[in-house]
């Protein structure tokens, strides 16, 4: 099965920027939506942004206009651009696979990455 590693993360000013990856190996030979999301502790998982299989893109309003999604052509790297950052943007961020309506292969699965820390302060 997809195994997923999140990179990227670290500590940014409010207003900078940082560029997240989500490396996808092992079986990626799915149709999947590729979805960021992010954790604060004592807070429920949020949903930052999603693309289709259909390549459609969809974000959170607390990060539009701010936050890029992207999937690269071989399907095997997720990234999230991240600009004009703000402290409540900090958190644990993951990615996350889901079989698209269309996939059958019953090797396509959801799956979390491990995460990546982002700290947005002074």
């Known amino acids: 099965h997809v195994k997923l590693v999140e990179s990227g993360g670290g500590s940014v000013p409010p207003g900078g920027s940082l560029r997240l990856s989500c490396v996808l190996s092992?079986?990626?030979?799915?149709?999947?939506?590729m979805s960021w999301y992010r954790q604060v502790p004592g807070k429920e998982r949020e949903f930052v942004a999603v693309v289709g299989s259909d390549g459609t893109s969809t974000y959170a309003d607390s990060v539009k206009g701010r936050f890029t999604i992207h999937l690269d052509t071989s399907k095997t790297l997720l990234e999230l651009q991240m600009n004009d950052l703000k402290p409540e943007d900090t958190a644990m961020y993951y990615c996350?696979?889901?079989?698209?309506?269309?996939?059958?292969?019953?090797?396509?699965?959801?799956?979390w990455g491990q995460g990546t820390q982002v700290t947005v302060s002074p």
């Open positions: 996350k696979t889901l079989p698209a309506a269309s996939e059958y292969d019953l090797n396509c699965l959801e799956r």
């Open positions: 092992g079986y990626t030979y799915c149709r999947w939506d």
